[in-house]
């Protein structure tokens, strides 16, 4: 496996190397007006325009009920609704969700999914993701890490992952443990090694990309990224029991641990917490002309 240092990449170097390779960056966004404008700016005007390496921003605009699609579209970004992607598959709600559609939106050779509520948002997120795809052929898929310091809400990040994913991973996928952040949502992959494997709807779709893909490929073909130190919002508690429960019954499933048929998370009171614990199929089973509506929002 190859580990990306967090020194900056030089992007001109990469655009130079990456020849006819075709680059996407996409953000799968919720909401997310407050943050997504100065990373589509910052893309545009380093990546873009400065040097030619991205190809194509896309924002996956998941159900947003503020300002996303306007700011995303003013910025420079091709904003497409998730109702709009693969309409005969239905729409629904979720992270997962955004990311199966977000990649039958998109044609290019690679694609990069940054989270689109980064505060600190700089483009070495980018460089460093892509970096490994292009300088190597044999690497289908770069995972980011980072250090995520306590927010200004006092709350550490981070508790999922260590509460709930390291120790099922460390179960059931121990040599998957060498990811410091399996479930961070910064990730660059060739398109061509994603179109056949299944997506988690929900929150589970970074650890059962990350599963996927090593069963299919191995670590040898899989590179970290080290990232830096990256500030995003980070949830109250009472909203992490959802995530974490999804988290937990990707891992299980994966290692093929038998799980109730119809799984329910519940509060303390005994009623359901809405969850989102299916997959979506892989997009090489779906009929050709379910994407034919690939256009912007």
Not at 111 to 140: E, S
Not at 284 to 297: A, H, K, Y
């Amino acid at each position: 496996m190859t580990i990306t240092p967090v020194e900056t990449i030089d992007a001109a170097a990469l655009a130079a190397a990456k020849g006819t390779t075709t680059v996407t960056v996409c953000l799968p966004a919720h909401n997310e007006a407050a943050t997504v404008g100065r990373i589509i700016d910052a893309i545009r005007a380093e990546l873009v325009v400065g040097v030619p390496l991205v190809d194509a921003i896309v924002v996956l605009d998941d159900a947003s009920t503020d300002a996303t699609a306007q700011v995303a579209r003013e910025a420079g970004a091709t904003v497409h609704s998730s109702a709009r992607v693969l309409a005969p598959a239905g729409s629904r709600r979720g992270k997962g969700e955004a990311m199966w559609k977000s990649l039958a939106a998109v044609d290019t050779d690679l694609i990069v999914w940054v989270d689109a509520d980064i505060v600190d948002f700089d483009t070495g997120f980018v460089t460093r993701l892509v970096g490994p795809l292009i300088d190597d052929p044999n690497c289908v898929f770069v995972k980011g890490h980072y250090d995520r310091p306590v927010g200004a809400d006092g709350l550490p990040g981070g508790r999922v992952t260590e509460l709930v994913a390291r120790p099922a991973l460390s179960l059931y996928h121990p040599h998957l443990t060498v990811f410091p952040q399996p479930l961070s949502g910064e990730i660059a992959a060739r398109r061509s090694a994603l179109v056949d494997l299944p997506f988690a709807s929900g929150y589970g779709v970074d650890i059962g990309l990350l599963i996927d893909v090593v069963d299919r490929y191995g670590l040898d073909h899989v590179a970290r990224a080290d990232l830096g130190v990256r500030v995003h919002r980070n949830r109250p508690l009472a909203q992490l029991a959802p995530q974490a429960f999804e988290v937990l019954h990707t891992i299980l499933r994966r290692a093929g641990v038998p799980t109730p048929s119809h799984p329910t998370l519940l509060d303390s009171d005994g009623d359901p917490v809405p969850t989102m614990i299916d997959d979506r199929p892989a997009l090489d089973t779906l009929p050709p002309e379910w994407f034919s509506n690939r256009t912007p929002r």
